[in-house]
């Protein structure tokens, strides 16, 4: 089940937090890596780590802002492994601002990331997900991550909503677009995950007596499961879209959110 035998993924921002443990479900299941972030250092050791335990993996600098990079990125998949089948549009950032406060270079930040990013990985990878889909037997993936933000306001968090609400029907229009080139697109919709981000969150919604700890303990029991997620929750949803099993899933939001949207 879930196997990525063979597969070659690109994983954007995966030096640490979801798109890390998404490297490792991924090699552990049979593909090999290419770890892509603007934190150089922190991105070596997670290769290291990954070599350490046995997988097939590599590190490329990559702001997903500059097209430049994303050539690079691309190129050094390829360049490394023969082809890329799976890209993994993860890097991302967070920050909670009301309109009022919010100046336009603020938008414009939270845009560059979170949306441009993964239009530019997209299209970046294009040409060679393209390719190694000719060659499969089922064909490449694209796995965007959004968020439940991408599908309910967030108070205080309106530049973030946008970015995560754009990132879920960008991936909608680019699985019709797509689909005949046999490269299936679908989006991963996490609640609040245990990750650097997700400490983020917390801290953002407390002060004075709320604390960080009271703060958390609301958040767990927001998700009717009753826990916060772990980034493992993530990466096996993610590794799943990426495999086989997957073959008639495109165009799809997988929700991974302990329930907290179902209520
Ligand atoms: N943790 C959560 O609760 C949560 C919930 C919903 C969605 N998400 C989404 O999941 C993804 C991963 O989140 P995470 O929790 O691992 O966050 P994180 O902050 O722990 O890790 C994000 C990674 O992205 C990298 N990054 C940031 N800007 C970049 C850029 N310009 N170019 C390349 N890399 C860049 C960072 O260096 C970091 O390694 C994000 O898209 C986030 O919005 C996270």
Known sequence: MNRTDGKVALISGS?????????????????????????????????AELKQAGADAVFVHLDVTSESDWQNAVETAVSSFGQLDVL????????????????????????????DGVFLGTKAALPALQESAAKAEVGSAIINLSSVAGLTGARGA????????????????????FAHKRIRVNSVHPGLIDTDMGQQ??????????????????????????RLGVPTDIANGVVYLA????????????????????Q
């Open 15 to 47: 030096a640490r937090g979801l798109g890390a443990e998404t490297a490792r479900v991924f090699t552990r299941s049979g593909g090999k890596v290419v770890i892509a972030d603007i934190l150089d250092e922190v991105g070596l050791q997670t290769v």
């Open 88 to 115: 993994v549009n993860n890097a991302g950032i967070f920050f909670t601002k009301t309109t009022e406060k919010m100046t336009l270079e603020d938008w414009r930040l939270m845009t560059s990331v979170n949306l």
């Open 158 to 177: 309106s530049a973030y909503c946008m970015s995560k609400g754009g990132v879920r029907l960008y991936t909608k229009a680019c699985a019709l677009e």
């Open 201 to 226: 969150v917390i801290d953002s919604a407390s002060r004075g007596s709320r604390t960080s700890e009271k703060v958390r303990k609301s958040m767990q029991s927001a998700h009717p499961i009753g």
């Open 243 to 262: 495999s086989d099993d997957a073959a008639f899933v495109t165009g799809t939001e997988l929700v991974i959110d302990g329930g907290s949207t179902a």
